[in-house]
């Protein structure tokens, strides 16, 4: 009896509840000075305890009990906008919020969600502010979106020099690098001393190492999200600067005030410009340079329809006009369209398209060779979020994206005589997923991020196949060439299909800390085919086939967050695992390049990594920056190498530890300062040597791999800045940079080769060989860089 009085006391309950009315509050939140969305802003009832945060485009939806509500806006760097509004019916509420460097009356200067690291429920989350990226010293002044993360935990790069970035024991080509949603292939100019994201047409830099949502696919080890501005509706803005390698300028302006506004950005380096006075013979008309162009366009057609279209267009250049010479580039288009259904209701569909090409060259009257080779992708991706309550945010959609290799057209000529073309046949593919996800608040203490992702993959026709006849491990597969088989234009070769669950789950103590857990399952379809320590811009990237499987790959993590001294430091330590499996390995000497049989010279192998990251974090005072440390190891088992056995992957590196800081001195100058000490990357060193007509030839036996380490890596870089003087009638401001890049001229080394020593060996003894270290930057670079906006 009393079990059916208390059931009934909760159904009643249960049913007032359902009875109390709600309305919902929506709308977006703006900078009051451009016109710009803000990604991430706070929107928080005192009354109701609820709140949430703007979605990628600046829209938020908070639906609240009938009454009176004191509705509080917050964004990092803008003042607290607070307003009261009786909620008798659904309201559209947008919100323009002011600098916080201007006064005004009866506004809080606050920052955006103080405790985000506590609260919210994802975690391996890192937001990189522009205002962060630009103060951080960087090689010649010239600040960097990819330099700037491998600041982070978890992050790491091989080498100076070396293109791209690993996370959490990751390979370059595991990460998804998205510029407005489209994919970029090669993120790096000059073989990865400069990316290729212009830092002023930068709005918003969010890398996820791990707990990724269920709308981002395609890749093992994290996704790496960059959003470019819209453009000023409210005023002409021009700014730029002037450096020693390169300069930039971005105009933004409305094209109707309010509505529709532009931006455009362009950089042009001039190495080879400066250097041609000095060059001469045969390095006469050198080339070394990269430039790209970033543009976009917005209107808003009325309150319920919003329409993006963006893009960016990139080269660099290397070689000699009587040498050789090569090139490659990224070409983005995208094309977003924002629809608003209901108040709670928000679609985004993406379309894009994504070019990379790259082109090697050997210029000489009588004998040349010309190689090109390209990736592209278009995809259409429908995206619905729907806001249920204060406590359930749905998101569900699905993409489809279609891939076009080119692995290779060659053409050449020898003795003056042209050679037949030869070419590799294209490769197609076409990649699938529906997905849904929900962030659940089951409590004030508890929340889930929940979701599954169905993703499919077919290698798709017009194709020619082979069977491969099996070998010993660690040895190449020859085809077998009665098996050939012919398939036709759209006609599925092989499909893979995959579900991804994901999950996360945030249990907070107090206000100051909470514990996190995260789970989740990747499948990548497309691999970057490459036996070098770091990545170039010739690497070939291959589809999954009949013979090559996707990536898989799970992890785990546990992290805990706590904020002390009223946010002023946060603190959080993570841990990881992650088993992956289908990894592609090469057989010694494989030949990855213009090879039709190039499956045959990769092995299958299983990896894993692991690893402990601690990152401490000062956001206010005069002195700010954060202290990371991460220990991780990423290890591969391929038979026939290392005895079958686990060894370090290529870009393994145990010990990294960065610590960055930023001083304001007064208002006109600032300090900052990185230093970053990584332990040594694997490399092979030869067990013996043969000797051949008394020269002693480096060789390895048993199939070893990866079985020293080059030496340990550190740098002190700083640099600081002078702002010019402020006058409050003028627009224009200007600062400048002075830097010392690698200011104690550390010889870090890039990599260790052995050759035969010079030295004359005594007679009847092979020559000794000697080892080789070298260094991409091993001297102090000083930098002075002019910046101005308007």
Same mark, same amino acid.
């Given at each position: ?157 091989? #080498? ?12 370059? @080509? ?17 073989? @990865? ?49 002037? #450096?020693? %390698? ?26 080879? %410009? ?21 543009? *976009? ?31 490659? @580039? ?6 977003? /369209? ?69 692995? #290779? ?80 234009? /759209? ?15 945030? +249990? ?44 898989? @790959? ?10 002390? *001294? ?157 702002? #010019? ?6 627009? /224009? ?7 010392? +890049? ?10 260790? +080769? ?37």
């Amino acid at each position: 009896m009393k079990l059916t009085i208390a059931l009934l006391f909760l159904l009643i309950s249960q049913v007032i509840i359902a009875q109390e009315k709600q309305f919902t509050i929506s709308g977006y939140v703006k900078d009051n000075s451009s016109g710009e969305t803000l990604i991430g802003a706070s929107v928080y009832s005192a009354e109701a305890k609820a709140g949430v945060i703007t979605n990628p485009y600046g829209f938020y939806s908070l639906t609240l009990p009938e009454g009176t509500h004191n509705i509080s806006f917050k964004f990092v760097g803008f003042q607290t906008f607070n307003k009261e509004i009786s909620l008798t019916a659904n309201q559209k509420l947008n919100i323009n919020l002011v600098s916080a460097d201007v006064e005004l009356a009866e506004v809080v200067v606050t920052g955006e969600r103080e405790d985000a690291n506590v609260a919210d429920v994802q975690m391996s989350t890192q937001k990189m502010e522009i205002e962060t990226i630009l103060k951080i010293p960087a090689l010649l002044g010239e600040v960097d979106v990819i330099k700037s993360i491998q600041l982070l935990p978890g992050v790491s790069t091989v #080498g100076e020099g070396a293109t791209g970035f690993n996370v959490r024991g990751g390979g370059v @080509g595991q990460n998804l690098v998205l510029l407005d949603e489209a994919p970029v292939f090669n993120s790096s100019h000059l073989f @990865g001393f400069f990316s290729v994201f212009n830092p002023d047409a930068v709005k918003d830099v969010k890398l996820i190492k791990g707990g990724i949502p269920a709308q981002y696919g395609g890749r093992l080890s994290s996704i790496l999200d960059v959003r470019m501005k819209e453009g000023n509706s409210k005023q002409l803005k021009v700014q730029g600067g002037i #450096g020693a %390698i390169f300069s930039r300028l971005t105009v933004e302006a409305p094209i109707i005030k309010d509505k529709m506004s532009f931006l455009i950005g362009g950089r042009r380096s001039y190495i080879d %410009i400066l250097a041609a006075p000095f060059l001469n013979d045969d390095l006469s008309g050198s080339k070394f340079n990269f430039w790209d162009l970033t543009a *976009k366009i917005n209107y808003d057609i009325n309150e319920n329809n919003k329409i993006f279209v963006s893009g960016y267009w990139g080269r660099d250049t290397f070689g000699s006009s009587n040498i050789f010479e090569s090139n490659w @580039g990224n070409v983005t288009g995208t094309l977003r /369209w924002n629809h608003l259904f209901t108040e709670k209701l928000f679609m985004n569909v993406t379309g894009y398209i994504s070019d990379y090409d790259y082109h090697l060259g050997v210029n000489d009257t009588q004998d040349s060779f010309e190689w090109d080779s390209r990736v592209k992708t278009y995809s259409v991706k429908p995206e619905l979020t729907w806001y249920l309550g204060t406590k359930n945010t749905i998101t569900f959609g699905g993409q489809s994206i279609v891939y076009d290799f080119s692995p #290779g057209t060659t053409t050449a000529k020898s003795g003056g005589q042209e050679l037949p073309p030869f070419s590799l046949a294209k490769q197609y593919g076409w990649e699938n997923a529906l997905y849904i996800g929900n962030d659940q608040k089951l409590s004030k203490k508890v929340s889930l991020q929940y979701g599954l992702r169905f993703s499919t993959f077919s290698y798709m026709g017009p194709a020619t196949t082979y069977e491969y006849a099996p070998a010993p491990p660690n040895t190449r597969k020859e085809p077998i060439l009665e098996s050939e088989k012919t398939y036709e234009a /759209w006609e599925p070769i092989e499909t893979y299909y995959n579900l991804e669950p994901r999950f996360a789950v945030k +249990y907070q103590f107090n206000e100051k800390s909470s514990l996190k857990a995260s789970y989740n399952r990747m499948a990548q379809y497309i691999h970057l085919i490459s036996n070098t320590s770091a990545a170039s811009p010739l690497d070939v990237w291959s589809p999954s086939t009949n013979n090559i499987r996707p990536q898989i @790959g799970d992890q785990y993590a546990l992290g805990y967050f706590r904020n002390f *001294k009223e946010n002023t430091f946060e603190f959080s330590g993570e841990v990881y695992y992650k088993p992956l499996q289908n990894l592609i390995d090469y057989i010694d000497g494989a030949d990855i390049l213009l090879n039709e049989y190039l499956e045959g010279d990769l092995l299958p192998s299983e990896g894993r990594a692991y690893g402990l990251e601690l990152y401490m974090k000062k956001n206010k005072g005069k002195l700010t920056g954060w202290v990371s440390y991460t220990f991780a190891r990423s290890e591969q088992k391929t038979d026939g190498i290392n005895l079958g056995e686990y060894y370090p992957a290529r870009f393994d590196q145990a010990h990294n530890l960065t610590v960055s800081s930023f001083y304001d001195i007064n208002e006109r100058w600032s300090l900052s300062a990185n230093f970053n000490f990584v332990t040594g990357t694997p490399t092979t060193f030869p067990t013996n040597q043969i000797v051949v007509q008394d020269y002693g030839v480096p060789h390895n036996v048993d199939g070893v791999r990866n079985n020293q380490r080059i030496g340990y890596y550190h740098r002190l870089d700083i640099s600081a800045t002078l702002n #010019g003087k402020k006058k409050p009638d003028k627009r /224009w401001e200007h600062y400048w940079v002075f830097g010392f +890049y690698n200011t104690y001229a550390r010889r870090n080394p890039y990599s260790v +080769y052995f050759q035969p020593s010079a030295q004359r060996p005594p007679e009847g003894q092979p020559a000794p060989n000697q080892a080789i270290r070298l260094s991409v930057i091993g001297t102090i670079i000083p930098s002075v860089s002019y910046n101005f906006k308007w």
